[in-house]
Structures are given as C-alpha cells and as structure tokens.
C-alpha cells in the first residue's frame, strides 16, 4: 500500500509540473503574441527597435523621427 501512494504522488506531481511549465509557456506565448502584434500595428521596419529594443540601453544609432 505504502509504495501505490508513493508512485500516485509521483504521477500527481508530475502532472502538476507539467501543468505549471505549460502555464508559463502560455504566458510567454501570449506575451509574445502582443508584442508581434504591436510591431505589426506600428507599420514600418524599425518598428521592433522602438517599441521594445535589444538591449537595455538606448543605443546611440537608435533615433525616432525621421533620419536626414
């Protein structure tokens, strides 16, 4: 009896293991998602790199407006 509980704990944690990496998953998916379609909305190629650039730091050749 001892070792059914512990191989049903067992499954029961892996299934909640596998619940918890697919909500994060989800939740990257979904945030993702947004952030595509925010781009899409924007309508030009720099688009990506104002709305959310590469590195933390505003880079020197990023510049908003247009580029004379």
Do not use: N, W
Request: hydrophobic share 35%; with cysteine.
């Amino acid at each position: 009896m001892k070792k059914k509980y512990r191989v049903i704990g067992l499954v029961l944690l892996g299934v909640a293991v596998t619940a918890f990496a697919g909500a994060v998953c989800q939740s990257r998916r979904r945030r993702l998602r947004s952030h595509l379609s925010d781009v899409a909305d924007e309508g030009y190629e720099t688009a990506t790199d104002i709305i959310g650039p590469s590195s933390p730091q505003k880079s020197k050749k990023l510049r908003y407006g247009p580029v004379f």
